[in-house]
């Protein structure tokens, strides 16, 4: 089996793909930039305890880390502690399986990458990924193929958190979307500004996108854990798909595979 990891800021996403390819189990984490390699191995093996399987069972393993210190954290464990034979870190820099269509591929997050290979492979070129986490970023694929960057903004909760923490008469309200843009209550004009907010912002961002690359039919798909929330406030979107990181992670080791069996 393959195990992917997907280290964001705020959560680590975790996946087991069987021999076949499908997904058979996924679950989440708190990102802690404090875990050593030691405390990961607890967790993962505490993990594998409650799912019922064996850590025996994976015999590859991909990670996409954008948390530098976890990243060596994370590749020390499996390579050490589990004994994996080959652990791929998503880096832009090495071939992915896309090309990359900006000036210096080693400032790209490995996630964005990963949107990138996996909106491609699911929904064809001219697809444009709005993934919601701790940054909302957007990341774009040409109508050629290539990956050609995007957008990075704060995401809704960070934004959320310094205005609460700075406006000293505004609090902490549910981020859900409220029924309309015009709020009539503190709580309903925080939340649309914040979720309304952050759909329009995205509209408006991809809308110049599209036009800038002169592909207006490009595929919008919405990814990242507040996608949900925001698909409620927007018809911007083609698709929600929450799994297109973790489906990239597991491309991108697909594609280095087969190129080493291709090299024997
Ligand atoms: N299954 C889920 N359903 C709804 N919200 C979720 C889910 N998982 C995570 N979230 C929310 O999404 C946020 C994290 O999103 P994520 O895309 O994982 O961010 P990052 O990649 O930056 O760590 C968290 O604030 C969490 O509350
Ligand atoms: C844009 C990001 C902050 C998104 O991180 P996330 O919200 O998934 O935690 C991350 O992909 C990153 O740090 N990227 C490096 C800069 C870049 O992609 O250009
Ligand atoms: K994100």
Redesign the pocket.
């Known amino acids: 089996m393959l195990l992917t990891v997907d280290v964001?800021?705020?959560q680590t996403t975790l996946g087991l793909f069987d021999e076949g390819g499908e997904l058979v189990v996924q679950w989440r984490m708190a990102t802690d930039r404090t875990d050593t390699a030691d405390e990961l191995h607890e967790r993962l093996f505490g993990y594998f305890l409650m799912l019922g399987m064996k850590m025996e069972s994976v015999t590859d393993v991909a990670i996409s880390s954008?948390v530098p210190i976890l990243s060596q954290q994370w590749s020390y464990m499996m390579t050490n502690v589990l004994k994996a034979e080959d652990v791929l870190m998503v880096d832009a820099t090495r071939d992915c399986g896309i090309a990359v269509g900006i000036p210096d591929p080693r400032?790209?997050?490995?996630?964005?990458i990963a949107n990138a290979v996996a909106a491609r492979d699911s929904y064809g070129p001219s697809t444009i990924v709005v993934?919601f986490?701790?940054?909302?970023?957007i990341d774009v694929v040409d109508k050629t193929g290539t990956f050609r960057?995007g957008v990075?903004m704060p995401?809704l909760l960070l934004s959320a958190n310094s205005l609460f923490e700075r406006a000293a008469k505004l609090s902490s309200v549910p981020l859900v979307a409220p029924e309309h843009a015009l709020g009539v209550s503190t709580e309903c004009a925080v939340q649309s500004g914040i979720v309304i907010g952050a759909a329009c912002a995205a509209e408006g961002l991809v809308a110049r996108i599209k036009s800038e690359l002169g592909e207006p039919d490009a595929t919008v798909v919405g990814t990242?854990g507040l996608a949900e929330e925001i698909t409620r406030a927007t018809d911007m979107f083609d698709t929600i798909d929450p799994d297109l990181t973790v489906r990239g992670i597991y491309s991108i080791w697909r594609h280095r595979a087969a190129k080493r069996a291709a090299r024997k």
């Open positions: 964001g800021n705020t954008v400032q790209v997050g490995a996630d964005r993934d986490g701790t940054a909302t970023n960057g990075i995401g990242g």
